[in-house]
């Protein structure tokens, strides 16, 4: 059967606008173009990264054996109608009439997980708020309570940068808390070692002091705290496979990390970006 001119005019037509279709969908992908630099050999480039996707950015909990650190019957007296502060990172509770020791909360937490609760007094019906000491009292309560008996429930507090937080009752209540954990910031780092002097890449990074550069592929990281318990990894964010990175796993040194970055096929100290987290 013959084809009219008519419909293979339109055939050849609609192939042209799916080719076009096609070519716009490739390049807004992002793929190789025919006849183009970009489809005979295509340049490394840095990964994206930033202070929210870096790798090992995301808050980690700690748990602990639940552990008393308030309790108003045993010291401080009853909440009424009032706000108070109390430490969550400290090396005893006894003046909270929570443990004469320490609950192993660490220092830099950003939260706590506690068993709140609260012991209704002269027949109070109200509710307990609690937050990260100096910022906005939230408006919703962490725990009610009435007058039929202790009331509980297991809630996350932030803290402040000195592991505090503020409860506070409009009512009249005995308050005890049992940590169960902790969330903190893990320590990470990207370096941008092609520099001089080695800079930060894209801004990513947390618990970071500095960065020593000793030589080609050899380098000094330095954190905020003690990271003789931690466990390194370091990945390349440059070249991928192209380079080998290892991390120096003695840390008699505390708070420094030693990196070292080698070309894989030849055995040469080589510069990069170097992602850097330590699991602590």
Known sequence: MRTSPLLRR????????????????????G?????TAQSRSAAPRPALVTPSTAAGSELRFVAVAPCRIIDTRVAG?????????????????AA??????SCDVSAVATAVQLNLGAISQSGSTSDLKGWATGTTEPTA???????????????TVPVDTSGRLTLRTPGSAHVFADVAGYWVMPLYVSVDATTAPPT???GASSGFVGVVKDGTGSYRVTFDRNVSRCTPAATD??????????VDSDFSHDSTVYVSVKNSA????????????LTC
């Open 141 to 155: 309560s962490l725990v009610n309570y009435n007058p039929s008996g202790p009331v509980a429930n297991m809630v």
């Open 77 to 93: 007296g009853r909440l009424t109608a009032a706000a108070r502060t109390f430490d969550t990172t400290a090396t005893s509770y």
């Open 266 to 277: 030849t055995g040469a100290a080589e510069d990069t970006i170097f992602h850097l987290v």
């Open 200 to 202: 930060v890449h894209a």
């Open 237 to 246: 964010y440059l070249f991928g496979a192209v380079h080998e990175i290892s």
């Open 10 to 29: 339109a055939a050849v037509a609609a192939a042209g606008a799916a080719l076009l279709v096609l070519g716009a969908a490739g390049a807004d992908a």
């Open 31 to 35: 793929g190789p173009q025919p006849g």
């Open 96 to 101: 909270q009439g929570g443990k004469a020791e």
